[in-house]
């Protein structure tokens, strides 16, 4: 497998994933280059981070190259079996970081660092802010311990913990201290320290 990787970028979460799983893999590291004009404008071979290679195959979105990857070399860790009770659950969490918590996220990214203009558009912020908190306050009333789904550590905890390391950065995560906890024990997994070397 090669991954093609920008620190900060969320193929962190690929490169966290593959260390979890200690999988063989070429990284492809590259700079990030802000979007100013159009997005997929990345010099990988689909324009985003992250983007894996695999047996000729090429796919980006990083939920589903963390699906793949688990599901064609997990050897049955990190995932509830397919059918049980838990994989509910567990693919509720994975889609709920990418496709619900971080879209406001993105959006303060967006315009704090990319575009620079978050100053001239105070209520798309305050909105976008709105959205995140909205979204924390699910995750926070609903997540197990110490892991999302509880005692056993799995990928959803891979695409959450990115998805909280931006929230920190963008400065919606004060009001979560159980969320804060969370993070603190992602952070302290030796693969999440390599990954993010
Ligand atoms: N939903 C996609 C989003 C991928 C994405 O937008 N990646 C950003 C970096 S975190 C990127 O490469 N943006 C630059 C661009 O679109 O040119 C995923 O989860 O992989």
Do not use: N
């Not at 550590?153 to 400065?171: E, K, N, P, W």
């Amino acid at each position: 497998m090669k991954l093609y990787h920008a620190p900060m970028t969320r193929s962190t979460r690929i490169r966290w994933l593959l260390e979890e799983l200690e999988l063989p893999y070429e990284l492809e590291t590259l700079a990030f280059e802000p979007p100013s004009g159009g997005f997929y404008s990345q010099k990988t071979p689909m324009g985003k981070f992250p983007v894996l290679e695999d047996e000729g195959r090429v796919i980006c979105e990083s939920g589903a190259i963390l699906e793949y990857v688990v599901e064609r070399y997990g050897a049955g860790r990190l995932a509830p079996e397919i059918g049980s009770p838990l994989r509910g659950s567990y693919l509720q969490w994975i889609h709920f970081a990418e496709g619900t918590a971080y879209p406001p996220i993105g959006t303060i990214v967006f315009h704090t660092f990319y575009r620079k203009d978050a100053a001239e558009i105070p209520a798309v912020i305050a909105d976008a802010r709105d959205r995140a908190g909205s979204a924390l306050d699910f995750l926070q009333r609903e997540m197990g311990s110490p892991w999302v789904l509880g005692a056993e550590f799995s990928a959803a905890d891979v695409m959450l913990g990115y998805t909280l390391v931006i929230a920190r950065f963008v400065q919606v995560l004060g009001d979560y201290e159980k969320l804060q906890a969370y993070l603190a024990r992602l952070e302290e997994r030796p693969a999440f320290a390599r990954a993010a070397a």
